[in-house]
Nanobody
Framework: QVQLAESGGGLVQPGGSLRLSCAASGIIFRLSTMGWYRQAPGKQRELVATIFSGGNTNYADSVRGRFTISRDNAKNTVYLQMNSLKPEDTAVYYC??????????????WGQGTQVTVSS
């Protein structure tokens, strides 16, 4: 059974840090390109970070230099280290596997996500 389980969100003050985790099951994780996405209230879901099977990474301009995506293939888990958080980072964060073809659309049913709230 394919499943994605995000965790690690919470309430943090501006400038603070959080580390999100996403445990995947039912897929060949080590061969998968994984992405972290977020959806703020009233906005479309957006891709914020990608990690390829070989370890290369890409980031959205809005998070580059502040967020770091990583993976542990032994644990079938992808992480998102978020530093220097801003109120505009407030959103529900999701992970998904990205298609290797075309524009890399997400390929799995979405998990429940994890809420990140940045506020003083």
């Amino acid at each position: 059974q394919v499943q994605l389980a995000e965790s690690g969100g919470g309430l943090v003050q501006p400038g603070g840090s959080l580390r999100l985790s996403c445990a995947a099951s039912g897929i060949i994780f080590r061969l998968s390109t994984m992405g972290w996405y977020r959806q703020a209230p009233g906005k479309q879901r957006e891709l914020v970070a990608t990690i390829f099977s070989g370890g290369n990474t890409n980031y959205a301009d809005s998070v580059r230099g502040r967020f770091t995506i990583s993976r542990d293939n032994a644990k079938n888990t992808v992480y998102l280290q978020m530093n220097s958080l801003k109120p505009e980072d407030t959103a529900v964060y999701y992970c998904n596997r990205r298609s290797p073809a075309g524009r890399g659309a997400p390929t799995l049913d979405w998990g429940q996500g994890t809420q990140v709230t940045v506020s003083s």
